[in-house]
């Protein structure tokens, strides 16, 4: 009886010990996202990419993960590609290309952007910005491409 209350007790922390491990690997998962951006072929300088991965957040300085991209060392061809590791989850990217390189996106006085910008899945801007909903894509474990023009507004 002691014998099997003993392999009870062991296989039971065995088990524990395998699930918690199954759970921490989850959380530690990441995808990859590549980012495409047409109509850069003929710039020089930076864009930025911002990762935001909620609507209370959506264009706010509250970013997962801002990425400084240079223009000339990430070219192929005619698109700006380059790759971002993400835990899986939800997320909605904003890119502008800093025309001037001072590291910002100049707006004018009613807050439009003076330099080219670029929204995940081509959200497009119907009298203000677009909606988080409008631009939130799921990365899983399967890499996924998002393909983004730039546009001048």
């Not at 698109?79 to 993400?86: A, F, H, K, P, S």
Request: proline content about 4%; glycine content about 6%; aromatic content about 8%.
């Amino acid at each position: 009886m002691i014998a099997w209350f003993m392999k009870a007790i062991c296989t039971l922390q065995l088990l524990t010990l395998v699930l918690g491990h199954t759970f921490a690997v989850a959380e530690d998962l990441t995808g990859i996202l590549t980012v495409e951006i047409s109509g850069l072929k003929e710039a020089s300088g930076n864009v930025y990419i911002a990762v935001y991965d909620s609507d209370s957040t959506w264009l706010s300085d509250e970013m997962v993960l801002t990425q400084k991209v240079a223009i000339a060392d990430a070219l192929e061809g005619d698109l700006v590609r380059t790759e971002l590791q993400l835990p899986l989850g939800d997320y909605a990217l904003s890119v502008f290309y800093d025309q001037d390189d001072d590291g910002k996106l100049n707006t004018n006085f009613i807050g439009m952007p003076k330099e080219p910008i670029a929204l995940s899945n081509n959200a497009v801007s119907k009298f203000g910005p677009p909606a988080y909903d409008d631009a939130v894509f799921r990365l899983g474990a399967q890499p996924l491409i998002q393909s983004l023009s730039m546009k001048v507004l």
